[in-house]
């Protein structure tokens, strides 16, 4: 399929804001978006044009049923050279969502391609300084003006981007988690492994009550028992017992996220040994209080590494370690962010480079 190019005028467009490291996350965008149909059993009408808002049906199956699902991934700059970190892991995840919501598939060398695109047309938007980015969010909802609860049969696809600014404002510092018994966010059999819309909206009401607490995040345990550790806000979960780093399975209650699969890949490569397996709350916080646990930290598109100082539970706050910085999360932080940058050698041939 041909990409239709429809491009802003020079003197339109925006451009970067001067001070990136202040831009936050997910509230300036770029000039273009690109956008797909799918209507009569097939994708057509790929265009790149100008950033905009859509036209709706008010009757738009995603707006009464929640038929929609996203990725998340980040493109960096560093001087003419752009990057992509493993873009095929988001558009194979894409399907993958797509398939479990009833929802069509993209082509996946269709589908990277268009992104790469887009993302070179709008390479000026791309921050260079150390922990900025371009956020890419590929998209897709159902279009479909219907209010029977079914399967839509017409979808559109697009792609945004969004400059961003380091994670940690003021460092590489530990969050403070907070471990919800009350809410769930997910459960086996239901959502959960699919980057489906709901399931954030799930999530708000515990992490508003959390972020009320001072805590920054929500530790989700799993929905039956509410006895084992599943995510970290929107992050996976990685716990360093003495010599073994676990995380938890993918049991179809998680996010298979890509950040994990990575640093599960190069802890193994370092020569740890590494679980996926279950973590109860009292293996981790009995871990946690006679040393045994030495660090936690989450792991995602946007913070990459999120070290954990402080867990809360059951109306008592244990930290983890000092509370520091520990020693594996600073080197996976410090690894993955110079191979996604393109600062360090990329071992594993992950960095995918638009041209
Ligand atoms: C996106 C996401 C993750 C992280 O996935 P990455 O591919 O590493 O960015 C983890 N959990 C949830 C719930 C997510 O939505």
Redesign the pocket.
Known sequence: MEIEVNLVPPEKRGSLPADPLNIGFGTVFTDHMFTMVYSDGHWHDARIGPYGPLALDPAALVLHYGQGIFE?MKAYRRGENVFLFRPEKNIERLNASARRMVMPEIDPEFGLYSIKRLVSIERDWIPQLPGTSLYIRPTMIATEARLGVKPAKEFLYYVILSPVGPYFKGGFNPVKVFVSDKYVRAVRGGVGAA?TIG?YAASLLGTQEAIRLGYSQVLWLDAIERKYIE?CG???VFVKFDDELATTPLDGAI?P????DSVIHMARDWGLTVNERKISIDELIEGVRSGKVEEVFG???AAIIAPIGELYYKGQAYVVGDGQVGELTRRLYDTLTGIQSGEIEDPYGWVVRVE
């Open positions: 998340g980057k399931n995510e929107t992050m996976n996010l996220g890509i950040t994990r792991t995602g598109t």
